[in-house]
């Protein structure tokens, strides 16, 4: 059973930086592609990145590409999202999720954490 947990969120002004990371406690991350997506007070859930871990594959949203990175780490099996230059539109939930397929779409995901919020000050 894949359990993803999120961590890393917070409050930060704008132009600051925060790390996030997703963990699975079965040590499972390499077995998928590994998803960041975001959801805004009133918005629907949207992509950010997402990292294939073997292939070694990465995708962005245009909006993040040059300020958002994403990484894995092999020995303590996470995966994380670097947030440099943050925006005040930064401000969401982040989740992590799993997917067998190399996709970007919420229908494609097979596990979600529970998110982790971020909020930027202007």
Do not use: H
Request: aromatic fraction near 12%; charged fraction near 20%.
């Amino acid at each position: 059973q894949v359990q993803l947990v999120e961590s890393g969120g917070g409050l930060v002004q704008a132009g600051g930086s925060l790390r996030l990371s997703c963990a699975d406690s079965g040590r499972t991350l390499r077995n998928y592609n590994i998803n960041w997506f975001r959801q805004a007070p009133g918005k629907e859930r949207e992509f950010v990145a997402a990292i294939s871990w073997w292939g070694g594959r990465t995708m962005y949203q245009d909006s993040v590409k040059d300020r958002f990175t994403i990484s894995g780490d092999n020995a303590l099996n996470t995966v994380s999202l670097q947030m440099n230059s943050l925006k005040p539109d930064d401000t969401a939930v982040y989740y992590c999720a799993a997917s067998a397929t190399w996709a970007w779409d919420v229908r494609y995901m097979s596990y979600w954490g529970k998110g982790t919020l971020v909020t930027v000050s202007s």
